[in-house]
């Protein structure tokens, strides 16, 4: 009728057996019958549109391409019709493949799977029989790939979805499932990425692995009633997925089964769930709430990592394990009350709960682990029970407004870092069971003021457990202790300590930095470590017991140091090593060896730019003096017989005379440069190799020979000499080979002196 508009209202209802739909009337190979009941309603005065009904979802089909005898089926013949009618309808195949099976008490029956069908086919229809016998199954990959297919309906009597059928198909935006289905397999709809919402089978039991994983516009899903598995990742990457009703049937969720599932904010876990497993629902960014059951028993590994909405949230009491890493991240958690079945706080379980302020821990606690509350930025306090055993590296570490904590009586160790950068914490009692204390586990609480270990308190303590603490004042030793450990002090605001009677060793870097003014050595200390008190620039006395033990100085040990004089004790064998246990001490004037030193090696660089004197014994078995580079006041240096080598004199600007040992071998590299005031010199005869640059800038040495025994000339040797100052040299008469061309300068050369 002309001016007027029908639409067409069809449920397909096929009584025939037909291998597939194809609306479009793609990739035929041939045709099947079935009928179509159509229903008629006038709405408007345009062409007539046909729709049609499958199981309940309303889908455009396209005309198919026969009916009956009547030809064509288009909006002409069907002008001025206006009531139901049914017709016979003959569709065109779309190259299905049916494997048949027979076995296993269910007799012969077919799979099915995309065989030869069109890649740009929009709709599948999967039938119930084919040649008089039962289809049951979709085979495992059977649509894999179909990026064309949008719809899919299932008839009624299909039993089994193979792993996979569905995967990657990633226009599928509906797929009716009959509630024949008992089996749907592994990663069925994989990538599926438009499938929006999904009705799955009544007696559906177990959702296996991975079935809806990354279908980023799953909005909704109904579970049913019956199920009691949600298996591995099952809609992991679901991030249009707001909220799930999960059955009270369920026994089981899987690992990561929501994880990555963004937009999910509300999770009500049923009665009889024993365990959540590892990265349930990690990395749920939006969900706020999770009700958990009170038959709970434990938390996986990483199970609601990163759920930085999480807000509201109650352990049950019967709760006996927390997993690794397991809130991490949740950055909106205020409160926590753990159970009293909980023993352990695992590595990094609360790490980064930044809004966390109070959390009660419960007696029967015996350990936290490693990062279990690093980062947790707004607790203020924590009391820690007395059952609590050890708590492990980086345990609270920047927790920046922890002011207070409780260390329990029978804690007997703290590990590395444990509560590094607690910036506002002020006090610390250190109770007498630890054994041992990790490395910098207290370093940088920069407003800690005091540290007490109680009587008796002999932990094996690690390296800068103090470092940094640029606050601490007040540091009580317990009476026992053995050795400072390296760096422990360094960097804080300690300006007097009282070491104990049995110390016998204070470690490299120890008080580094630190404002000491006055320390007291006992005598039982044998070793004082490299760095063990530089730049402690107030430090201006230290006194070494009368019965001094001291054997080893480190180097570096007093540099950058106040001193204005220093005296080694006698008991000393090593001092200084490859750098000068005194270097850069700026007011420094005098250096005195005690009689009676056992001294054998003068090592290291002093730099001492006021030094005018070092006191040497008489009876010194000193055969080595590395060097007074820097020295810019010594003016001359009286040393044993016994010494073998001097070393360097760089810059030294005031030095006047030197007398070189007689058993010296070899000038060093640069060992006179720029000793602008020297004006007198002996080189042994025994001396073979004179370095480079060895007096270069010596400008008051009028003249300086050489003896025969030198065979090794370095380049630039005399550099800066003029021709106002002379060389001698015995033995040659003329400049030999090996000797390179720029070694004397411009100074005047007298060869066979």
Known sequence: MKGKRYYLYGMVLLTAVISAVALSGCGSSGTEEGTVTVTFCA????????????????????????????????????????????????????????????????????????GQMDERTEELYIPSEYNGNRVLEIAEY??????????????????????????????????????????IGKCTFLRCEALKSVRLPDKLTVLEDGVFLICSSLESVTLPETLEVIGENAFCGCISLEAVDLPDSLKEIGNNAFGSCRTLYSVVIPEG?????????????????????????????????????????????????????????????????????IRVIEAGTFRGCTSLEEIALPEGLESIGVRGFRDCTSLKEITLPESLESIGEEAFMDCTLLK?????????????????????????????????????AFAECLALESAVFSSGCLPNMGAGIFSGCRSLKYVALPEGMTSIPAFMLELTA????SLPASL????MGAFRKCPLERIEIPKNVMSIGSSAFLGCESLTQIVFAEDCRLENIGYSAFSQTGFREFTIPASVKEFGGVVGALDSCANLERVIIEEGSRLTSYIGNINCPKLTAVIFPKGLQLETIDSFSGCTSLKTLEYPDTVKSLGLFRGCASLETIKLPAGQTEISRRAFMDCTSLYSVEIPSGVTTIDDQAFSGCFSLKSITIHASVTEMGKNAFEKWGS??????????????????????????????
């Open 142 to 183: 059977g649509f894999e790939g179909l990026t064309s297919l949008k719809r899919v309906v299932c008839a009624e009597g299909l039993t089994d979805i193979g792993d996979r059928a569905f995967q990657e198909c990633e226009a599928l935006e509906m797929a009716k499932l009959p509630d024949s289905i008992v089996q």
């Open 724 to 753: 106002g100052q002379t060389i001698y040299v015995e033995g040659y008469s003329q400049k030999p080979a090996n000797w390179p061309d720029n070694w004397c300068g411009n100074a005047t050369v007298i060869w066979n002196a």
């Open 43 to 114: 709405t408007g005065e345009k062409d007539i549109v046909l729709t049609a009904e499958y199981g309940g979802s309303i889908t455009p089909p396209k005309v198919p391409a026969k009916i009956g005898n009547e030809g064509r089926w288009d909006t002409e013949e069907f002008d001025g019709i206006t009531q139901d009618m049914t017709v016979n309808a003959i569709y065109e195949t779309q190259g299905l493949e049916y494997t048949d099976y027979y076995g296993g008490g269910l007799g012969r029956y077919y799979t099915v799977s995309k």
């Open 404 to 440: 207070e904590i409780a260390l329990s009586g029978s804690l007997e160790s703290i590990g590395i870092n444990a509560f590094s950068c607690c910036t506002s914490l002020r006090e610390l009692t250190l109770p007498a069971g630890i054994k041992s204390i990790g490395d910098f």
């Open 494 to 497: 300690v300006r007097e300590i």
């Open 273 to 341: 769930i024993t365990q959540i497993e590892n990265y349930t629902f990690s990395l749920c960014y939006s969900l706020q709430n999770i009700s958990l059951p009170d038959s709970l028993e434990s938390i996986g590994e990483y199970s609601f990592w990163a759920c930085t909405s999480l807000k509201g949230l109650v352990l049950p009491a019967g709760l006996q394990s927390i997993g690794e890493a397991a809130f991490m991240s949740c950055s909106s958690i205020e409160k926590l009350v753990l159970p009293e079945g």
């Open 504 to 507: 016998e060793e204070i470690g």
